[in-house]
């Protein structure tokens, strides 16, 4: 059965780091990526990597977050340099096995995490 636990989540001072950290288990992805909803807001996607190790970011964190996976552990990691108050959120990681690839829509995603809170202070 898929499952995904994610750990890493704090809470750290604006302009600082954090790593988030994702372990897979139960099967292979077609995609993973990196969810946040913040207080009073819409779920949205933060990053995602396909299969072919193609990555993609939302605009407000690129260049500021990276996402990688660790196949050999099939682990996913999303490291937040820079942070910013307006990064405070629940963080979820999610992934799929189904033909599309990695999209933006939290609806198309078929397995997540429990969520891990990430908190920026200013």
């Known amino acids: 059965q898929a499952q995904l636990e994610e750990s890493g989540g704090g809470s750290v001072q604006a302009g600082g780091s954090l790593r988030l950290s994702c372990a897979a288990s139960g099967r292979t992805y077609n995609c993973m990526g990196w969810f946040r909803r913040a207080p009073g807001k819409e779920r949205e996607r933060v990053a995602s990597i396909n299969s072919g190790g193609i990555r993609s970011y939302a605009d407000s964190v690129k260049g500021r977050f990276t996402i990688s996976k660790d196949n050999a552990k099939n682990t996913l990691y999303l490291q937040m340099n820079s942070l910013e108050p307006e990064d405070t959120a629940m963080y979820y990681c999610?992934?799929?096995?189904?033909?599309?690839?990695?999209?933006?829509?939290?609806?198309?995603?078929?397995?997540w995490g429990q969520g891990t809170q990430v908190t920026v202070s200013s």
């Open positions: 999610a992934a799929h096995s189904n033909y599309y690839g990695c999209v933006v829509r939290d609806t198309l995603y078929d397995y």
